[in-house]
């Protein structure tokens, strides 16, 4: 089993839809998540930590369920610029898990 | 100007032969990674060092090694290239304060294909 798990898609919405991802990983111990945004052929960069209690950033809702071991992101009124793979990172004393990653791609 | 510089971005070499990839960083961050991504696997931590003196060996070490020239400094080798390290790879910073909690900052990724 891997260490953090994504369902690949990929997701193909129209814009304005709302999508959300789930990322499931199985050392109990983590510590810090974070969601990451990756364009095709380009570097991983930085969307959003995802803290205990939920936070959200304008259109994009991150949640953590320590219990079952379950990170989500919820992205609202979708954009064609959403389109990209985004990762889930899950941290345990400073080793960085990465999940393999959904695609999404919002259409017209 | 990029904060986390990895040369080259595109390098084609041949089985067996020696190979450096390059990563130097102006963002002052004392931790440096080295990552490679495959399809459907996500990315693969090779090593990271925490500082100069520090090297750590990641998930992924074996056929690789890591220099940490300075703080800004961190090459990774591919001593005797085999087909199977064709990949993206992809140096990494992070401040080290704030611990567990700080994010990487990723180069722009370098392209190996081994022949």
């Known amino acids: 089993r891997k260490e953090v798990e994504q369902d690949p898609g990929p997701f193909n919405v129209p814009e304005g839809a709302t999508v959300a991802f789930n990322c499931t990983y199985s050392?109990?111990?983590?510590?810090?998540f974070f969601w990451y945004r990756q364009d095709c052929r380009k570097e991983p960069k930085l969307l959003m930590s995802?803290?205990?209690s939920g936070n959200e950033d304008g259109r994009f809702t991150a949640q953590l369920n320590r219990a079952s071991q379950y990170i989500s992101l919820l992205i609202r009124d979708s954009k064609l610029s959403d389109s990209a793979t985004y990762l889930c990172?899950?941290?345990?004393?400073?080793?960085?898990?990465f999940g393999a990653g959904t695609r999404l791609t919002v259409k017209p | 100007d990029a904060d986390v510089t990895q040369t080259p971005r595109n390098r084609i070499t041949k089985t067996g032969k020696r190979i450096m990839l390059e990563c130097s960083q102006t963002?002052?961050?004392?931790?440096m990674y080295w990552y490679r991504q495959d399809p459907g696997l996500g990315l693969r931590l090779i090593y990271y060092?925490?500082?100069?003196?520090?090297?750590n060996k990641g998930e992924i070490s074996d056929g690789y090694s890591v220099s940490r020239q300075a703080q800004a400094k961190f090459s990774l080798s591919l001593e005797s290239a085999i087909p199977n390290q064709t990949a993206l790879y992809f140096c990494?910073?992070?401040?080290?304060?704030?611990?567990?909690?700080?994010?990487?900052?990723f180069g722009n990724g370098t392209r190996l294909t081994v022949t």
């Open positions: 963002k002052g961050h004392d931790r």
């Open positions: 995802v803290y205990s």
């Open positions: 990494a910073t992070s401040p080290g304060t704030g611990g567990s909690n700080s994010p990487l900052h």
């Open positions: 060092s925490f500082d100069v003196k520090d090297i």
């Open positions: 050392n109990s111990a983590s510590q810090s």
């Open positions: 990172v899950v941290n345990s004393r400073n080793d960085m898990r």
